[in-house]
């Protein structure tokens, strides 16, 4: 009886579609997807691939042709995701699986606390690997494009560092005495002003030029430096 009982199982089994062929079918593609994604993307990391198991109680019918996935929605294959795993034969049917991609990078964290206004540099950073599909603000992975620049907001030790936490110091500002460049081809006259506004390196501020005591519009080029294009 036993034995009868484990064969009619075995054919049952043989004539269906097991939940753990669809999860190999759903590992496979992400598997491919991802690589793709690393590729065309110029990113580096590790990633790992997570499929819950299935309800054992699934019954689907034994395809007829192979077994074919996609992702469910748009977006990078990496966090939360689901795998739509389809049947396109002559009993067709669709299950959705989901899943979960971790892509672990090197990410700017804080190694203490800061104020907000603090100035960033290599002393107060460092890169340290963090899944990066859990970090729905962003993040940012060179110390370069990091250090130099102030701080929006007060943050904790091992914060990690969204670009919305950041922006540009300011190397000139309101009330500082500045050169203004002024240039038209290979021809550049220089003359002493005053900021009327704070910038950062590559923004426009107000300038006024202490001889005409006329105010401009200049570009932050250096500290103590702006230059107005003729």
């Known amino acids: 009886m036993i034995v009868f009982s484990l064969l009619c199982q075995r054919l049952i089994a043989a004539e269906m579609t097991l939940p753990t062929q669809l ?3 759903a590992h496979a593609f992400l598997e491919e997807r991802v690589q793709e994604y690393l590729v065309t993307s110029n990113t580096e990391g590790r990633h790992e691939i997570q499929i819950n198991d299935l309800d054992p109680r699934l019954r689907l019918p034994l ?8 992702q469910q929605g748009v977006g990078s294959p990496v966090g939360r995701l689901t795998v739509r795993v389809r049947c396109e034969g002559s009993a067709p049917w669709t299950v959705f699986v989901p899943a979960e991609v971790h892509l672990y990078r090197n990410v700017v964290v804080t190694t203490r606390p800061l104020l907000r206004n603090a100035t960033v540099d290599y002393s107060n950073v460092a890169l340290v690997e963090r899944d990066v599909g859990r970090l729905t603000q962003g993040y940012l992975s060179d110390l370069d494009l990091v250090v130099g620049q102030t701080l929006k907001r007060q943050v904790i030790a091992d914060q990690i560092l969204a670009p919305s936490f950041l922006q540009a110091a300011e190397v000139v500002r309101k009330g500082d005495q500045v050169v203004i460049s002024a240039g038209a081809g290979r021809f550049d006259v220089r003359m002493q002003g005053e900021a009327l506004s704070s910038g950062a390196m590559g923004e426009q501020i107000r300038v006024k030029n202490l001889s005409s005591q006329r105010v401009v519009k200049a570009r932050v080029t250096a ?5 107005v294009v003729l």
Do not use: F, H, N
């Open 63 to 70: 395809c007829d042709k192979e077994l074919t996935a996609a």
């Open 223 to 227: 500290p103590g430096l702006v230059e």
């Open 23 to 25: 999860i190999g079918v």
